[in-house]
Every structure is written in C-alpha cells, then in structure tokens.
C-alpha cells in the first residue's frame, strides 16, 4: 500500500502539468516501480523522473522529483514538478534544500 504525499511546491504546480487523469497515471507508474527515477546526487535520495507532457514526450516533458521510502514506510513523498523548458535542471541550492528535507523523513 501507497501514501502519496505532496509537498507545497508540488501540489502548487501540479494543476499547471497534469490533469487528474495525468496525475492518477503517474501515481499508478510510481507504485509499479517506485525506483523509477535517477537518484540524483547530493540531494539525500531524491529522485528524478522524465514524464511526457500534455504536448510532447518524455525527453522534452515533465520532471518529477520525488523520494521514496515505500520500502520502509509505504510513503512516496512528491517534491516538485516542472517542464524541463521552463527549468533544465535543480540548482545547487535546490539540492541542498533537498537534502534537508530527505534527512527529516528518514
């Protein structure tokens, strides 16, 4: 069993990426395979996945960083989303925040 849990920036922007539908789609795809995403350095364990947007496929689409302790505690905690054309990448700052956050929910 899965508990999605968002945190602020991902419920503020999810209804800009994904309709219900969409976000019930990536649900289900996290809890087939909850390591789905990269392990992305120097954030304590997030993870980022691809998602193909409303307009384009995965390459050009979605980023969905999440972290997983389901394993654990059947929790997927939701971080943030955004369309890689608004952002390339986390900054280092971003990843430091990050950390913090993954150190409180181990």
Avoid at 5 to 17: D, G, K, T, V
Avoid at 40 to 59: D, E, H, V
Avoid at 77 to 87: E, F, G
Wanted: charged share 25%; hydrophobic share 35%.
């Amino acid at each position: 069993m899965f508990t999605f849990i968002e945190l602020a920036s991902f419920s503020h922007r999810r209804a800009n990426y994904l309709t219900d539908d969409e976000f019930k789609e990536l649900q289900e795809n996290l809890i087939e395979n909850p390591e789905a995403g990269v392990i992305i350095q120097n954030t304590g364990g997030f993870r980022k996945l691809r998602w193909a947007s409303r307009s384009g496929g995965k390459r050009g689409g979605l980023r969905v960083i999440y972290y997983n302790l389901s394993a654990k505690t059947g929790k997927l905690y939701l971080a943030t989303i955004y369309a890689k054309t608004d952002t390339a990448d986390l900054t280092p700052d971003q990843k430091k925040q990050l950390k913090l956050v993954a150190s409180k929910l181990k």
